[in-house]
């Protein structure tokens, strides 16, 4: 039985998650511009291009488009019985989206990447060994996770690691403070 991976926003970790799934016998579609999509098929990242309205018939939605744009694409994803994940380094007003669309959703943050961006860019193995976020909520479906932990660990080489949403940001916020250049006065 085939299964179908739809990827929103094939970049780096789109692209990376369409390799890492086509190696794990997916079939995987890429919902991007056009020349983003060629430029993907091209590279193997996906199998073919697609649409928003394909995607609803997905067995898993990855939403890979920049964080700004995630919450419009959620709602243009509802309704849907797919199962949906997202890759973006901020969770709070991404899950409460998700979970006031009544999507099936898991929130996703691979803690893998590269200075470089594009598909172009894009590595089958780029979340091996790499601690990968997964953000459920007390409305997240047991199922829906264990899914969603099963493709992170499985098909993309990645170590699920369960964190509340508001927990991940706040640890976030404090890594990037960490990494940020001192204030001179």
């Given at each position: 039985?085939?299964?179908t ?22 079939e ?34 990855v939403?890979a ?10 709602g ?25 669309r ?20 894009a ?63």
């Amino acid at each position: 039985m085939s299964r179908t991976l739809a990827i929103v926003g094939v970049g780096l970790v789109g692209g990376s998650a369409g390799l890492a799934a086509k190696a794990a016998d997916w079939e995987v579609v890429g919902v991007d511009d056009p020349p983003v999509l060629e430029k993907a098929a091209d590279l193997g990242a996906i199998d073919r291009a697609s649409t928003m309205k394909e995607a609803r018939g997905a067995d898993l939605v990855v939403l890979a488009a920049p964080i700004s744009r995630i919450p419009a694409l959620i709602g243009d994803l509802a309704p849907t019985d797919a199962l949906v994940t997202d890759v973006a380094s901020t969770k709070m007003n991404i899950v409460q989206e998700a979970e006031a669309r009544g999507l099936r959703f898991v929130g996703g943050h691979p803690m893998a990447g590269s200075q470089l961006s594009g598909v172009a860019n894009a590595k089958g193995d780029l979340f091996h060994g790499a601690r990968y976020f997964l953000t459920p909520t007390e409305r997240t479906d047991p199922e829906a996770y264990r899914e969603v932990a099963r493709f992170v660990r499985g098909d993309l080489g990645a170590v699920p690691t369960a964190v509340e949403p508001e927990k991940h940001d706040l640890l976030m916020a404090s890594r990037t403070c960490r990494t940020s250049w001192p204030l001179r006065s």
